[in-house]
């Protein structure tokens, strides 16, 4: 099967709620994963979210 993607569109409240989702649960492991496949990819996608959100960054944020 050749390398496919399939794009997923996220309103910018739902990519933060899934940031916050992920950043709360991946790092302390609250998580249940299966196999590392499944850790690098919420890894992955966690990176992915950091990159673009400016959001989490801007003072005040944690008020929200």
């Known amino acids: 099967m050749p390398d ?5 569109i996220l309103s910018l409240n739902e990519a933060l ?3 916050e989702f992920l950043s709360r649960n991946g790092h302390n492991h609250e ?3 299966e ?3 499944e850790r690098a990819f ?3 996608l966690l990176c992915f979210l950091e990159k673009q959100l ?3 960054l801007t003072p005040g944020y944690a008020d929200y």
């Open 54 to 56: 400016s959001a989490p």
């Open 42 to 44: 919420l890894d992955n």
């Open 4 to 8: 496919e993607t399939v794009p997923i």
């Open 17 to 19: 709620v899934l940031f």
């Open 31 to 33: 998580l249940r994963v």
């Open 35 to 37: 196999d590392n496949a």
